[in-house]
């Protein structure tokens, strides 16, 4: 039992692939010519080829959400990829895009502590600080 609960750890660590990776660029750059719902179904699509609950595939999901104006559920599923141990530069960009939609929210003071801390956080240098656009 616990081997198989190892390697159920070790699905969810691993990187998507690098043709993946392509799929995902090709997509979000049909974010324009999509209307949203395909737009989110064809990530929900994408992001099913990786385990469950796999933290990029949170992240991304968290992403397109966000990306045709739905803040609360981009919330939810940034929260989820952090929690599920999102690693690298899109642990970062999870924080920044989730204190963006924490603001659109209305949650302003929740969203400067979110960016407070990421901007504190190791590994920040002064020409790499985090300038979110609110919309």
């Not at 998507?16 to 090709?26: H, N, Q």
């Not at 750059?29 to 209307?35: A, E, F």
């Not at 395909?38 to 099913?48: D, S």
């Amino acid at each position: 039992m616990h081997h198989h609960a190892r390697n159920a750890q070790d699905q969810l660590m691993m990187l998507p692939t690098l043709e993946w990776e392509e799929r995902l660029a090709a997509l979000w750059k049909k974010l324009d010519t999509l209307d949203e719902v395909g737009f989110v179904e064809q990530m929900r699509g994408l992001v099913g080829e990786l385990p469950p609950k796999h933290p990029v595939a949170l992240f991304e999901l968290g992403g397109a959400h966000d990306s045709v104006g739905l803040p609360k559920e981009a919330v939810s599923l940034y929260q989820a990829a952090l929690d599920a141990g999102l690693s690298g530069s899109r642990r970062r960009q999870a924080r920044i895009q989730m204190a963006s939609s924490l603001r659109n929210l209305g949650e302003a003071q929740r969203a400067a502590d979110i960016l407070l801390a990421e901007h504190a956080a190791p590994g920040t240098s002064s020409t790499r600080r985090c300038r979110p656009s609110w919309h």
